[in-house]
């Protein structure tokens, strides 16, 4: 009997112990108040990650994330930075390690973007203030071997979604950017001059919704460029107003008339670089305009987002004043 009660404490003893440990391994815990970045470097061991999650507050102890590797010990726990913002229990904080659930910023830029567009969407990621991304863009010595004559690194900060360390700096992410663009460019750019075609493309690509247009607007800019025509492009008015930090959302007479260098409609020939960052539609369509002899286009008012092409200044004044008619009768 005495042995029967001995065993009996025993193995009420042993499942106390086994709830509590259940117990600490489930339960939510968070001793902190704001969100908590652990960097586990590589190779960092178990037991270091234990003590260091213990440290920083995201466990209450070390030995229930130990006591869950004992369970789990088949998982592999990856290293890198996670974020911890909610109360979680030592087996949640385990499995979350081991998928690999790395904190990082992901930055979409989309086709057409400027510098301007980048920075802001840096600045409310919260990775970077955007004068500072600015600052980085604004020194073309990145792609100086690529483009001598780039006045910044417009154009080459490719369009792409990028996923970004809370480490990352100005300087890295143009480097990251930049770099995306330079493999594309061996893909497709051959021999081609690097500083005009991506000038060109990125005028298509603001000017261009639809892809099948690009190629004929292509088009409509060389032609004039071969002949020496102004290329009366919108969208380089707007750059230049931004560069002045002037842009007031609209384009004004005083914005026509302004005399910066970026002005396609006071300057013939291409501006001094690019005005966004081209996708590979847009440079292709620079690289291979379409076989037309159109000088001009102007947007349809049906808000499809194509364009009127025509070969002579009277068409194009016809679909101007179609256009304003559409406009005005839709108001």
């Not at 117990?23 to 470097?41: C, I, L, R, S």
């Not at 890295?172 to 001059?193: E, S």
């Amino acid at each position: 009997m005495r042995l029967l009660r001995i065993l009996g404490v025993a193995v009420l003893l042993l499942g106390v112990a086994a709830g509590f440990v259940v117990y600490q391994v489930a339960t939510p815990y968070a001793g902190f108040k704001e969100p908590v970045f652990v960097d586990f470097a590589k190779g960092t061991g178990t037991r270091q990650m234990a003590d260091l999650l213990a440290h920083t507050g995201v466990l209450r102890y070390a030995w229930p994330f130990l006591a869950v590797r004992a369970l789990r010990s088949s998982a592999a726990l990856q290293a890198g930075e996670y974020r911890f913002q909610a109360p979680d229990s030592p087996w949640d904080v385990y499995d979350r390690i081991a998928r690999g659930d790395i904190f990082y910023y992901e930055l979409k830029v989309p086709e057409g973007k400027n510098m301007f567009d980048i920075a802001a969407a840096v600045e409310r990621l919260g990775l970077l203030p955007a004068a500072q991304f600015l600052a980085a863009a604004r020194n073309p010595a990145l792609v100086r071997d690529l483009d001598p004559q780039a006045p910044t690194l417009e154009g080459y900060l490719f369009p792409d979604t990028y996923r970004l360390s809370r480490h990352t700096t100005a300087e890295g992410l143009c480097r990251i950017m930049t770099g995306k663009f330079r493999a594309v460019w061996r893909g497709i750019g051959g021999d081609a001059p690097v500083h005009g075609t991506v000038t060109l493309a990125s005028l298509v690509e603001k000017e261009g919704k639809l892809a099948e247009e690009r190629p004929l607007i292509a088009a409509v800019f060389a032609r004039r460029l071969a002949i020496g025509m102004k290329l009366d492009c919108d969208p380089t008015v707007i750059y230049a107003a931004l560069l002045e930090g002037n842009y007031s959302g609209a384009i004004h007479r005083s914005d026509l008339a302004s005399g910066n260098a970026y002005n396609t409609y006071q300057h013939a020939g291409l501006p001094p670089g690019p005005i966004a960052n081209p996708g590979v539609p847009s440079i292709e369509a620079a690289l291979h305009p379409a076989n037309a002899d159109y000088l001009y286009f102007v947007a349809r008012a049906d808000g499809s987002g194509g364009h009127n092409f025509s070969s002579t200044l009277s068409a194009h004044e016809t679909n101007v004043s179609s256009y304003r008619r559409a406009i005005a009768h839709r108001q």
